[in-house]
T-cell receptor, first 120, second 111 residues
Framework: DVKVTQSSRYLVKRTGEKVFLECVQD?????MFWYRQDPGLGLRLIYFSYDVKMKEKGDIPEGYSVSREKKERFSLILESASTNQTSMYLC???????????????????FGEGSRLTVL | EDQVTQSPEALRLQEGESSSLNCSYT??????LFWYRQDPGKGPEFLFT???AGEEKEKERLKATLTKKESFLHITAPKPEDSATYLC????????????FGGGTRVLVKP
């Protein structure tokens, strides 16, 4: 059974703390993504990676950084957590799109179960 | 900027009562339209990709259709296990690798 595993389902942190969210996939996917999901705002892309050490900013990268040192692992880092980063964080992965499509992302994403972060 | 609007926000159905969910979109050249299902407390699960107007995809009681301005997800004779939030997303040519998601439709099927 294919899987995207997020390290923590629930986290509570204090303002100013450094937060690491880890994601591992076992499907040998090239692409990995970090989204956040908020009521009324839907799913918004934070960062996308199409290869080891490669990354692309999404719609809301401010306050976040990412690390992809190995193909199967993609980490989201909040350098100094703030209360407006309280959210559900979702990791996803996908295969690389065929070269003739002109993009890396097929749109067919496999999501993890999410990490609910509360920043106090 | 790509936009996706889903309606209704919520839908209550009796078991067996067929219905349709709407996804209206504006996009600068459609690469693909995607439907996902999300159960409470879980990540979305991919259902379908549609690439061009007139295309249809089916899976069990679900059927997705696409026109140039909207997509419909038809649920035929739903069962309680079809209760979930259904998300629509588009990938436009100008947006590159990004998907734009709609707000979702929460479906509750009562036995």
């Amino acid at each position: 059974d294919v899987k995207v595993t997020q390290s923590s389902r629930y986290l509570v942190k204090r303002t100013g703390e450094k937060v690491f969210l880890e994601c591992v996939q076992d499907m040998d996917h090239e692409n990995m993504f970090w989204y956040r999901q908020d009521p009324g705002l839907g799913l918004r892309l934070i960062y996308f990676s199409y290869d080891v050490k490669m990354k692309e900013k999404g719609d809301i990268p401010e306050g976040y950084s990412v690390s992809r040192e190995k193909k199967e692992r993609f980490s989201l880092i909040l350098e100094s957590a703030s209360t407006n980063q309280t959210s559900m964080y979702l990791c996803a992965s996908s295969f690389l799109a065929p070269r003739d499509r002109g993009v890396y992302n097929t749109g067919e994403l496999f999501f993890g179960e999410g990490s609910r972060l509360t920043v106090l | 900027e790509d936009q996706v609007t889903q309606s209704p926000e919520a839908l209550r159905l009796q078991e067996g009562e067929s219905s349709s969910l709407n996804c209206s979109y504006t996009v600068s050249g459609l690469r693909g339209l995607f439907w996902y299902r999300q159960d409470p407390g879980k990540g979305p699960e991919f259902l379908f990709t549609l690439y061009s107007a007139g295309e249809e995809k089916e899976k069990e009681r679900l059927k997705a259709t696409l026109t140039k301005k909207e997509s419909f997800l038809h649920i035929t004779a739903p069962k309680p296990e079809d209760s979930a939030t259904y998300l629509c997303a588009v990938q436009g040519r100008a947006a590159g690798n990004k998907l734009t998601f709609g707000g979702g439709t929460r479906v509750l099927v009562k036995p």
